[in-house]
């Protein structure tokens, strides 16, 4: 079996795959001050809570955007689990070309979603992740990541909005029955759904239309992400799995070398 573990800002989720098939997911809050032994002993009861068994785990592969907790992270799955990670980087085989001015500038899991929508979905295509930032990113039919847009997520713009005023409460990040709020709940709510909403709309559009692809699909992945993409018709697929999909992907691609 592979494990896949996506580390991201506010969550690390891990998935398990037997063959093709997603066998389970699990997640953790993201914490910087954990020990090897606790990633090691919380990853082994989380999966044998899911009747998987740890001698039954023969690869694991991790993309991060935390480089401060990979250390311990690492240390805990040589240490209880006896593989050492691939980990997803620079020389690492994806099947995606990344000709920016600094390819390395680009966040692992940005790429793992990449190779996810463009295997799965076909080029061209613009992957939108609603993760703790909304990110925007443009793939050609030959798979080629020639842009990316980067704004701040839903909980994040939350955070900020009951934070940085005196008497806005902190609310549930829900989408109002209408935008015509009546109270101060269902205005920050219509307010910050809504808002996310155009924005999509707005940046997926003028994406494809400067870099005048056509035939471009728009793939979406991400907690918050299937709210928005069930009240706008720029999605064409809401795919909750996708990072771990693109895990597996790229653990196959590079498994011939290891």
Not at 8 to 20: C, S, Y
Not at 83 to 101: D, H, W
Not at 132 to 142: E, G, K
Request: glycine residues 10%; proline residues 3%.
């Amino acid at each position: 079996m592979l494990l896949v573990i996506d580390v991201g800002n506010t969550n690390i989720t891990l998935g398990v795959f037997e063959d093709i098939n997603l066998r389970a997911t699990l997640r953790i809050t993201t914490q910087i001050v954990r020990t090897s032994d606790e990633y090691g002993l919380l990853m082994q009861e989380l999966l044998m809570g899911k009747n998987i068994r740890i001698q039954d785990i023969d690869s694991v592969t991790i993309a991060s955007v935390v480089p401060k907790i990979m250390h311990s992270l690492v240390s805990g799955i040589i240490k209880y689990l006896g593989i050492t990670p691939l980990l997803i980087g620079a020389g690492t085989k994806t099947g995606i070309k990344t000709p920016s001015a600094n390819p390395k500038e680009i966040g692992s899991d940005r790429i793992v979603d990449a190779v996810a929508a463009y295997e799965i979905y076909g080029g061209p295509v613009l992957v939108i992740d609603f993760g703790t930032a909304i990110t925007y990113d443009l793939i050609t039919a030959d798979g080629s990541f020639i842009a990316g847009v980067t704004s701040p997520g839903l909980q994040i713009s939350a955070n900020a909005l009951w934070r940085e005023t005196a008497k806005l409460p902190e609310i549930e990040i829900v989408l109002p029955n209408t935008i015509l709020a009546k109270d101060t709940i269902t205005s920050m709510q219509a307010g910050l759904l809504y808002g996310c909403i155009g924005q999509t709309e707005y940046i997926a559009k003028h994406m494809i239309a400067e870099s005048k692809i056509a035939g471009c699909k728009v793939v979406a992945t991400g907690g918050l992400g299937k709210v928005i993409a069930d009240n706008t018709d720029v999605i064409n697929v809401y795919d909750s799995n996708l990072t771990l999909k693109g895990l597996k992907i790229i653990s196959d691609k590079n498994r011939v070398g290891r």
